[in-house]
T-cell receptor, first 112, second 114 residues
Framework: SQKIEQNSEALNIQEGKTATLTCNYT??????LQWYRQDPGRGPVFLLL?????KEKRKERLKVTFDTTLKQSLFHITASQPADSATYLC???????????FGSGTRLLVRP | ETGVTQTPRHLVMGMTNKKSLKCEQH?????MYWYKQSAKKPLELMFV???????ENNSVPSRFSPECPNSSHLFLHLHTLQPEDSALYLC?????????????FGPGTRLTVL
């Protein structure tokens, strides 16, 4: 069956450290993968998109990698700040459809 | 703000009530979406409209009825809901269906069915 898996346990890190979140998928062949941020009681906000032929994408303190062999994307936040505390969702679009399929998200807590 | 607004932000209704959720986007997009987000579960796509035409109904029960009168507005009409329908209902829009499909979400309507 098709699955997108994100760590359901919250990631708790110290301010200034690098946060690394994982998104694994099975039985998909995504053309691209997206990462969103969601704050409590709010809708998700788009952060980054990475295509299947790209290994890495950066935006300010954010970095996303995409390994189609491992079927995995990693999302990094460097020099993390308490304001980065939120739930981070990965989402992919399969080659065979235009549906955006979301993972259940990982909650990040950055301690001051 | 993302340019997508939703009203009401909170709604409590009984199982016999009829209510509607409204979504409006000010981004000039042509595709609009309804999602359901329950606690600890991924976003579930419910309906998709592209250029005012419904292109996807993801096996949603008929007690949810969408309406898209134009590319800027999307409604979700609710009737005879069940308590398990309590969730955050999110509206989103994108320039058009397909391509990179980056979506812009509204703040959601928190629905409680008693």
């Amino acid at each position: 069956s098709q699955k997108i898996e994100q760590n359901s346990e919250a990631l708790n890190i110290q301010e200034g450290k690098t946060a690394t979140l994982t998104c694994n998928y099975t039985n998909y062949s995504p053309a691209y993968l997206q990462w969103y941020r969601q704050d409590p009681g709010r809708g998700p906000v788009f952060l980054l998109l990475i295509r299947e032929n790209e290994k890495e994408k950066r935006k300010e303190r954010l970095k996303v990698t995409f390994d189609t062999t491992l079927k995995q994307s990693l999302f990094h936040i460097t020099a993390s700040q308490p304001a980065d505390s939120a739930t981070y969702l990965c989402a992919l679009v399969s080659d065979s459809s235009y549906k955006l399929i979301f993972g259940s998200g990982t909650r990040l807590l950055v301690r001051p | 703000e993302t340019g997508v607004t939703q009203t009401p932000r909170h709604l409590v209704m009984g199982m016999t009530n009829k209510k509607s959720l409204k979504c409006e986007q000010h981004l000039g997009h042509n595709a609009m979406y309804w999602y359901k987000q329950s606690a600890k579960k991924p976003l579930e796509l419910m309906f998709v409209y592209n250029f005012k035409e419904q292109t996807e109904n993801n096996s949603v029960p008929s007690r949810f009825s969408p309406e898209c009168p134009n590319s800027s507005h999307l409604f979700l009409h609710l009737h005879t809901l069940q308590p398990e329908d309590s969730a955050l209902y999110l509206c989103a829009s994108s320039p058009k269906r397909g391509d990179t499909d980056t979506q812009y979400f509204g703040p959601g309507t928190r629905l409680t069915v008693l």
